[in-house]
Every structure is written in structure tokens, then in C-alpha cells.
């Protein structure tokens, strides 16, 4: 009997805790996960050597200066490449290291037969994991049903999205712990929500950010 009084005392503590952090935590980490999805394979070529980052070519010259913010003096040319060019270094390094957290947590769920939902709908790659153009249309997951029945893979549409939810559900809860766990679950308890397509979210925010069920 005291044993059972602990336990619901613990779980009554939980809920409180997890109302508590949700309330301080508005943040939709599951939403996030997608973000961080979508952008995966951009960061990738982003981030593939400090020249792609957006450097610009350095020209030195000691004849030229060039005015720095008010009252800290006039700096060579030379002096303020070498400031922006730090400054830049460390914008590399952090989306880097960011870059590295996506990517080990996708690399922990890339095997799963499952993920081909992952790399079509997010990394916009074709069934036979091929890169599209980037201004190819997303893919509808009836389309991605029907490119995958063609390679021998017969999948319903409501089939698809449900591997869709749970990958990205775990992969949420991988990459934010239980900040991610917290959103997930509280997600979970929302009235069903209709899906919006790609283009019905693309006319919402500006990019396709089709809100996932749990299915």
C-alpha cells in the first residue's frame, strides 16, 4: 500500500513538473526537428569548407584604412579583414558544430527502412536517393507512394505519414531530450489537427512546414 502511494505521488509530481515546463517552454521542439531537417542537406554543402561560408576575397593593402565604430580609432584595412574574417570563422564553427548534433542524430536513424520517408519529404531526394533540384515541387506523400510502389515498395499514404511521425518524434526527443520528449507529448494530446499539404503550409509561413500527425 505504501509502495503504491509513492508511485502516485511520483506521477502526480511528473505532471505537474511536465504542465510546469510546458508552460515555460512554448517552444514546438517537433516543428523544430523538421526545420532542422529540411535545412539538412543545405547546411551540408554549406558548411563543406570555410571558403563556401560566404567568405569574401581578402585584399590587403597597408595604404588603406578604413573607419571603425566611433571612438575606437581609425584601424588598417588589414586589421578590420582580419576581425571579420575571426567573426566569420566562429559563425562557421558554431552552424559546424550544430550541423554535427543533426547529423549524428540522423545517423543513428538513417538505416531504419523507414527513413526513405525522411529522405524523400525532408532532403528532397528521390526514391532511389538521388538528389532533386532544388526548385523541384516537394512531394505530396501520395506522390512519394506512388515513386515508391514504382521501385517495388507498396506503402499506403496513412502508412507513410505514420513512419513519418514516429522518425520524426524520436528524432525529436534525440536532439532536444526532454525538452523534445515534453513537446512531443504534449502534441500528442492536441485535438487531430487536418494535415495541411506543402503548399497549403508554403502560403501560411513562406515554406512548407506541414504539420505531422499521430497516427
Not at 549524428?104 to 525522411?118: R, S, T
Not at 531526394?125 to 517495388?152: H, M, Q, S, V
Request: with cysteine; proline share 5%; charged share 30%.
Amino acid at each position: 500500500m505504501k509502495d503504491k502511494k509513492i508511485t502516485e505521488y511520483i506521477d502526480r509530481t511528473a505532471q505537474v513538473t511536465a504542465e510546469k515546463i510546458r508552460h515555460v517552454l512554448p517552444i514546438n521542439y517537433y516543428r523544430a526537428t523538421e526545420r532542422c531537417l529540411r535545412s539538412y542537406k543545405k547546411i551540408m554543402r554549406l558548411t563543406a569548407s570555410p571558403d563556401d561560408y560566404g567568405f569574401m576575397p581578402v585584399n590587403r593593402s597597408h595604404d588603406i584604412t578604413t573607419a571603425p565604430p566611433p571612438g575606437s580609432g581609425v584601424v588598417s584595412k588589414d586589421d578590420l579583414l582580419d576581425t571579420l574574417t575571426a567573426a566569420r570563422l566562429r559563425a562557421y564553427g558554431t552552424t559546424a558544430e550544430e550541423l554535427f548534433k543533426i547529423g549524428a542524430v540522423v545517423k543513428v536513424f538513417e538505416d531504419k527502412p523507414e527513413f526513405i520517408v525522411i529522405r524523400m519529404y525532408y532532403f528532397n531526394e528521390d526514391a532511389n536517393g538521388n538528389d532533386r533540384p532544388d526548385d523541384a515541387k516537394p512531394y505530396t506523400f501520395d506522390e512519394i507512394a506512388t515513386e515508391l510502389a514504382a521501385i517495388g515498395l507498396e506503402r499506403s499514404e496513412r502508412t507513410l505519414r505514420t513512419w513519418r511521425t514516429n522518425l520524426v518524434q524520436d528524432m525529436t526527443v534525440a536532439l532536444f531530450g526532454t525538452a523534445g520528449a515534453l513537446s512531443v507529448e504534449s502534441r500528442e494530446k492536441r485535438p487531430h489537427v487536418q494535415e495541411k499539404t506543402p503548399q497549403e503550409e508554403s502560403q501560411h509561413d513562406g515554406e512548407r512546414t506541414a504539420d505531422a500527425q499521430a497516427e
